[in-house]
């Protein structure tokens, strides 16, 4: 029989990934598409980690790393915990993988057994429920919704674990909100989490340094917690580095390990040159964040002023990444006549996100591939030029609904 396993039917394909596919397909049909669909940094990597992995190819790392990644590297992310975060995890308890996709898939099959339950507050980024629908687990969606900036809050929390709940996944700066939860926020929620001690969290801090609110509060602060934090991280979106697949965990010992058997047996190490530019990347200057953090927190100002010009789209601030993600429910059921002379009505958000990539030829990415159908993702990770000709486009599209 000439099909994929049951495991692979049953999973869903990224849909930001779907719609930049969608995207370069008409770009090549030499279309002018505006893409905001992809969460990729428009920026160069820093020249000095570029000439440390130029420096690395000469030197001939060219041969197998260890599977948890090169001890210098480990040291240096461990370093970094320390003198940002304050928290001690040794070089042991840090594990290296292909791209912090990796490595929260890891540590989502290390963690979840079949029948298990993993709390997901929605929205929340594609991956996550088919990660734990791969581990075998069901997936808990508990939505959070725009009157609480999207945030779960401690109640929520508390109704949604079971007997079999084993895992949460927390994501802030949150990936697709732009949220940040308040030390307040994860105080209440750590209280919560103390009092299950079998339940572990996952911690997603890929946008830890795009925050725009100046304080970055891990659930991994709260000493109580500690055992039951998996911290996930990586060089992606502080470094500008998406194409060089670095991501990391850090977490107890068992966890490590575990991913670390999980690991050598489907990719073993990451790249090796890519290992040494991220260990630059950690050790080198920081000021390159900063610069990046502060040009994206003026795209953020000015995409929050020009939705707020849109009719029918509601608006959060967000409050760190580089996203928007306006409500837009009151366009639901508003008309267009498409390209074939065909009435048309926009029943929902993968309507109004084919309908911007035909009308305005504008990319984004449906709420609904965040669970979340009444919203619509904007990346606002593009030059201000090319976003201000973009909501251009969209408020144009939207003033011909009818």
């Excluded at 949220?179 to 929620?189: A, C, G, H, I």
């Excluded at 959060?316 to 009151?330: H, R, V, W």
Aim: some cysteine.
């Amino acid at each position: 029989m000439n099909t994929p396993s049951l495991r692979i039917r049953q999973m869903s394909a990224s849909p930001t990934l779907a719609m930049a596919a969608r995207a370069a397909e008409m770009k090549a049909q030499g279309i002018d598409v505006i893409s905001l669909s992809l969460g990729e940094p428009d920026f160069n990597t820093p020249d000095h980690i570029k000439e440390a992995a130029k420096q690395a190819i000469d030197q001939n790392f060219s041969k197998y790393g260890p599977v948890p990644g090169y001890p210098s590297l480990r040291k240096a992310i461990s370093e970094k915990l320390k003198k940002e975060n304050g928290l001690d995890y040794k070089p042991e308890q840090i594990m290296v993988s292909t791209g912090g996709k990796q490595a929260l898939c890891n540590a989502v099959l290390a963690i979840l057994n079949a029948g298990d339950e993993c709390i997901l507050p929605t929205p929340c980024w594609v991956s996550y429920g088919e990660m734990i629908k791969l581990a075998e687990a069901t997936a808990v969606m508990v939505e959070c919704g725009i009157e609480n900036d999207f945030k779960l809050t401690a109640a929520q929390l508390e109704a949604a674990i079971t007997d079999k709940t084993r895992a949460i996944i927390l994501c802030s700066p949150s990936n697709p909100t732009g949220s940040v939860y308040t030390r307040e926020e994860m105080d209440s929620l750590a209280a919560v989490l103390k009092n299950n001690p079998n339940v572990m969290i996952i911690a997603d801090e890929i946008y830890e340094h795009i925050n725009y609110v100046g304080e970055h509060v891990s659930i991994a602060h709260y000493p109580e917690l500690r055992e039951q934090v998996v911290i996930v991280n990586g060089v992606s979106k502080a470094y500008a580095m998406t194409g060089w697949r670095i991501g990391w965990i850090a977490a107890e010992e068992w966890v490590v390990k575990a991913c670390n058997k999980l690991q050598g047996q489907y990719t073993s190490c990451t790249c090796t040159i890519a290992m040494k530019a991220a260990e630059a990347a950690y050790t080198g200057p920081q000021q390159c964040i900063e610069d990046m953090r502060q040009a994206f927190e003026r795209r953020r100002d000015l995409v929050v002023k020009m939705a707020k010009e849109i009719p029918g789209f509601e608006i959060t601030i967000p409050q760190g990444a580089f996203y928007l993600f306006p409500k837009i429910s009151k366009l639901f059921g508003k008309h267009y006549t498409d390209e074939n002379g065909q009435e048309q009505t926009i029943s929902d958000s993968n309507d109004f996100a084919l309908y911007l990539l035909q009308e305005a030829h504008v990319a984004a990415v449906a709420g609904s591939a965040f669970f979340a159908p009444d919203c619509i993702r904007f990346s606002y990770a593009s030059s201000e030029e090319t976003l201000i000709e973009a909501f251009n486009r969209i408020r144009n599209a939207v003033e011909k609904l009818h």
